[in-house]
Each structure stands twice: as C-alpha cells, then as structure tokens.
C-alpha cells in the first residue's frame, strides 16, 4: 500500500543533543510537509517542500531545520532540543499543494529529557 | 492572516442525536476548507473537503462565505465518530498557509 512512514515512532533525546527525524513516502507527490503537534492541541505547520523548494512558516524557530535529499525521503533536524520541543511531530504529503488533499504518516513522539 | 477557529473543544451527543460541529475562518480571499479527522490510535485523515460536496460517512458541510462558516454535519451521530475533528483552511495559491483550527472532540455515547 502507497502510505506515509516516519521512522522512529518513539525518540528520546537530551537537552541540547541534535536530533533527526525521518519521512518517507511511497505516494511519489511532489509536496512534504512537517507539523508540530503538541498534547491536547491542533497540528502546527512548520515548513514545507514543493519539490526541492523549502518553505518556512515565518514563526518556525531556527532550531528547526529540514533536508530532502529527494522525492521520497524529507527530514527534520532539531540542532538544540528544549524542554519545549517535546511533542507528535506529523509529517504529511499532498499532490501539487496543500489545497489537495493530505496524506499523514503516523508521527514521531518526540521525548526530551 | 488566515485563521480557523473551533468554538467548542469538546461535544457529547447521545448515538442517534444529530451533531453539528462549528467551524468560522477569516480569510480574505476563496480559500479550500477541509475536515480532517483523528480515530483513536489512527493517523489523521481527510474527512471531506468543500470543493467535492460529497457526503463521507454521513457527514456534509456546505461552506457560508458570508457567515465564513464551513459546519460539519451529521443527522444521526454514530458511536464509531467519536472522534477528534479539525477543521482547516488552505489558500489557492502555492506558497499559502495551511493552517488547522483547534480541534474538537466528539464524544457519542451509547
């Protein structure tokens, strides 16, 4: 099945020692997107890939950071992880944009101790 | 900028009962309004979008432009939507937000 896969399902990580996240798709749609998604609240949008052009939310901290080095895969890069950063980080496709519909992996916890 | 919100964060209803979950957003400009929804233990997934007008699961929304209201419906609730329900907006235009409205929760009891 053509489906969404972020791997690790579960990460633990220190105050402070860089992390990364990883996505892939098998849907071949030219769009990734990566969510914050903390406890009790709405999915937030951090930036996205259209192709290889990357696009930051203008409130999305410099701490955060992505690469995707191709269609398939797309990763997040958290270089100083605070006690704030701890939540569900979703990692999402669509076709073109995101007015087409959108396509979710089943998230990564993120842990930070 | 564009915004969702979602009055309620929670909604009971008894199995049977119609529901109705709220949904404004400010926009300026047509935007796509969507429904995603989140099972227990599930990843979120589209429910229904504007543009298709179809009905999923029983559930229908029809978009007010000018009470900016995009309301998901559904006149005989079912245990299996209990749910978390978020609506969300996305622009036209490549390169626009899309942003996810808070969220509510439906809780249909027995």
């Known amino acids: 099945d053509a489906m969404v896969i972020q791997n690790p399902r579960y990460q633990v990580t220190q105050f402070g020692k860089p992390v990364t996240l990883s996505c892939s798709q098998t849907?071949?749609?030219?769009?990734m997107y990566w969510y914050q998604q903390k406890s009790s609240q709405a999915p937030k949008l951090l930036f996205h890939y259209y192709d290889k052009d990357f696009n930051n939310e203008a409130d999305t901290p410099d701490n955060f950071q992505s690469r995707r080095p191709n269609t398939s895969f797309c990763f997040l890069d958290i270089r100083s992880p605070g006690l704030g950063d701890a939540a569900m980080y979703l990692c999402a496709t669509s076709y073109t944009s995101s007015y087409n519909e959108q396509f979710f992996g089943p998230g990564t916890r993120l842990t930070v101790l | 900028a564009q915004r969702v919100t979602q009055p309620e964060k929670l909604l009971s209803v008894f199995k049977g009962a119609p529901v109705e979950l709220k949904c404004n957003y400010s926009y300026s400009g047509s935007p796509e309004l969507f429904w995603y929804v989140q099972y227990s233990r599930q990843r979120l997934q589209l429910l229904l979008r504007?543009?298709s007008r179809e009905s999923i699961k029983g559930f229908t929304a029809d978009l007010n432009k000018g009470e900016t209201s995009f309301h998901l419906k559904k006149p005989f609730a079912q245990e299996e939507d209990s749910a978390m329900y978020y609506c969300?907006?996305?622009?036209?235009?490549?390169?626009?937000?899309?942003?996810f409205g808070p969220g509510t929760r439906l809780s249909v009891l027995p």
């Open positions: 849907l071949n749609h030219n769009v």
């Open positions: 969300a907006l996305s622009g036209h235009n490549y390169g626009q937000n899309f942003v």
């Open positions: 504007h543009i």
